[in-house]
């Protein structure tokens, strides 16, 4: 006889679960359509193009779990649970197909596996629980918000998973434990209930699993219904942002072109950026459906690290709690909904400065103005939640709309209208560091391959002056054939795009992109992974295509090629990766190869948060010319870090980096221990004789 069971051993009537199941699939559908409707509300996002490359990240990031796992110990819970509860659902499916089609094909060899498979998924999920409990019960992150939904869903999952060891051990204790006891072994879960149950009268036995098997089948719908609605909706609302994520570079912000805009629509320019939650793009109310609380943007927030207001995971919880809030009465609305007298009906403002009084703004302007636009959260977010676009949105309404910023960013971005720069101040202009060198400029009729990128920082303050003579120096060692536009080169843009200024951005990029044209660029090098991203990444939107090279990426190309021969080493090396070249673009090797041919030994000693977790210096989203009131300055935190590697030196290749370094290192460590230097500062000095 081969191995096999009755499905429905024991049970009357369990066609009614059926019932259940239209019950449970309407409550889903319901809640998942009530969200839904509330997307509905933002504007359009092109999140449907590659399909294939969206099906493959999705299924990637399901099965494997990458993001998920860069946190050990949860993301090995969670790995736990899921397959666990996907092992559970094939077995559940499998019974019940083998119902609507009447094959019985659950039997001999097939099924002895089925068994052993569908325990040890039910086993593994209770141990990954287990896990989860205690991470939450006893090791307790500071980052990890716990709420009564987290542990009615842990509850919920445990209950169903002991459950059904507890059915299906009633049932072996009373068919298979003496009876069959080589088949019981394929059901180590099960059998070892039967074992505690062996002692109790088959007849009371049978009474319990009729009652025990419906309470589990309530519960298991229960579960279905409940799944659009608590924590366990990012099943659904996760896998769809995951599929729906952005599939360019981190660092591009985009926004429609303003000129041609007024063209069409001249009252345009009194809403710009984001002021109401319904301005913003679907995918962006997706996201906020997404999260699932977990705290991981939180916890590699540097910002946040600091001790300012802004917590990325309270941002986009606080963002749903309002769209939950203010979206249902706009669902069907006209798009301006009048009240008797005429006017918008009176609602929450999505950001603003709290008074203590009437409707209070979900997000404070204190919150937006501390993000420093590292994407830290959004590397860290397992379903790929994108809360820096949101962030430079709302600050874009700020600045455009409301004129609403501190003194230090008024003077930068005035600055950058007056004189195409944020520097105030600066005693240098942009031909200064070559004057006593040999140095192509395009506007003096010369010609070359590349155009040096040098900007703003690199040729205003005195000690990226320093990196800037010293990469010119390494690109003629390595006979590179580049050029500088000297006092023609403008301000890429970036810092007034980060802090929200739009309209100054795009009138930097144009006056660029004329530039560019004019003498025919179409290679660049950038010494600044912030012009870096803009040039490569944002200027095509603007019609500015180029190819664009960080320089340590030349560098390390040149040693690799033979063009650059290094005479000499130095030990103790470890390296900090800028955000806008590692994070926001992928760079994570150029540097250390470049690191591992200056090194006596070879090697580097990597910092405690390297790569993509490498922390912020604190500069980015315009704090290179901005400051606020910290607790424990983010500059002053990474050289900490820098001193407990030992490191003697640290390379850099950023010139923002430089200027917090710069700062850092005078407050941490008076006595000059660690010096901080620019990939080709170190190229340049191992060229000399």
């Not at 704090?623 to 900490?640: F, G, K, L």
């Amino acid at each position: 006889m081969d191995p096999t069971r009755e499905i429905e051993w024991n049970i009357v009537g369990g066609a009614l679960i059926y019932v259940f199941l239209v019950l449970a699939g309407g409550l889903f559908v319901y809640g998942i359509a009530r969200r839904v409707r509330l997307w509905q509300l933002g504007g359009e996002a092109a999140r449907f193009d590659r399909l294939g490359e969206r099906l493959t990240g999705l299924l990637s990031e399901i099965l494997g779990q990458q993001r998920l796992r860069r946190d050990p110990f949860a993301g090995t819970a969670h790995l736990l649970i899921f397959y666990g509860f996907a092992g559970t659902l094939v077995a559940t499916t499998l019974i019940s197909i083998q119902e609507w089609t009447g094959i019985h094909f659950l039997r001999g060899t097939f099924y002895l596996w089925y068994s052993l498979l569908s325990d040890s998924a039910g086993l593994l999920g209770i141990v990954g629980l287990l896990m989860a409990v205690w991470r939450r019960a006893v090791a307790r992150p500071a980052y990890l918000h716990t709420s009564l939904d987290d542990w009615f869903a842990l509850a919920l999952l445990l209950l169903i998973f002991v459950q059904g060891f507890a059915v299906e051990g009633i049932r072996i204790a009373v068919t298979e434990l003496q009876q069959q006891p080589e088949l019981a072994r394929w059901s180590p879960g099960g059998s070892a209930v039967a074992l505690l149950l062996q002692n109790v009268d088959a007849e009371t036995l049978k009474a319990l699993h009729r009652r025990l098997w419906w309470v589990h089948a309530v519960s298991a719908f229960a579960f279905i219904g409940y799944l659009a609605f608590g924590k366990l909706a990012h099943i659904f609302f996760g896998s769809l942002n995951i599929f729906s994520r952005n599939l360019g570079p981190s660092g591009r912000l985009t926004h429609p072109d303003i000129e041609a805009t007024l063209e069409t629509d001249p009252d345009a320019l009194e809403t710009l950026g984001v002021e109401k939650i319904e301005q913003l793009p679907w995918k962006s109310l997706l996201d906020l459906d997404a999260c699932t609380n977990c705290g991981r943007c939180e916890d590699v927030c540097p910002a946040h690290m600091s001790g300012v207001a802004l917590s990325p995971r309270k941002l986009i919880r606080d963002m749903k709690s309002h769209l939950s809030e203010v979206g249902p009465p706009l669902i069907g609305a006209p798009p301006a909904a009048d009240d008797a007298a005429g006017e918008e009906p009176a609602r929450a403002p999505l950001f603003g400065e709290p008074t203590g009084e009437g409707l209070q703004p979900a997000i404070t302007e204190e919150e937006l103005w501390g993000c420093r636009t590292c994407g830290a959260c959004q590397q860290e977010c397992p379903v790929y939640i994108e809360h820096v676009p949101k962030i430079i949105d709302m600050r874009r309404y700020l600045v455009m709309t409301e004129a609403k910023m501190g003194e230090e960013t008024q003077q930068f971005l005035k600055n950058m209208d007056d004189r195409m720069h944020p520097w105030v101040g600066t005693a240098h202009d942009r031909e200064a560091w070559f004057l006593d060198l040999d140095v192509k400029v395009l506007g003096r009729g010369d010609t070359a391959e590349y155009l040096f990128w040098v900007g703003c920082t690199g040729a205003m303050v005195d000690r990226n002056i320093e990196v800037t003579r010293a990469v010119a120096k390494v690109l003629k060692a390595g006979g590179v054939d580049f050029a500088v536009l000297g006092a023609e080169e403008a301000c890429t843009g970036d810092p007034a795009r980060r802090v929200g200024d739009e309209l100054t951005y795009q009138t930097c990029t144009k006056t660029n992109i004329e530039t560019f044209e004019r003498y025919g660029v179409r290679k660049i090098i950038s010494t600044c992974p912030h012009c870096f991203n803009t040039l490569k990444n944002e200027y095509p939107d603007f019609g500015g295509r180029y190819e664009v090279v960080h320089h340590t990426q030349l560098i390390a190309e040149l040693i690799r090629s033979g063009r650059l021969k290094l005479t000499r080493g130095l030990d103790s090396l470890t390296y900090h990766d800028p955000c806008y070249l590692g994070r926001h673009n992928g760079e994570y090797d150029a540097p250390r190869e470049i690191l591992a041919e200056l090194s006596t030994s070879g090697d580097i000693q990597e910092l405690e948060r390297s790569r993509s977790r490498s922390l912020c210096c604190g500069a980015g989203g315009g704090y290179a010319w901005m400051d606020d009131d910290p607790q424990q300055r983010i500059n002053h935190t990474r050289v900490e870090q820098v001193k407990a590697s030992g490191a003697e030196t640290v390379a850099l290749g950023c010139p923002f980096c430089m200027q917090m370094f710069e700062d850092g290192l005078a407050a941490r460590d008076p006595q000059k221990s660690i010096r901080a230097a620019d990939l080709a500062e170190l190229v340049a000095e191992a060229l000399e004789e």
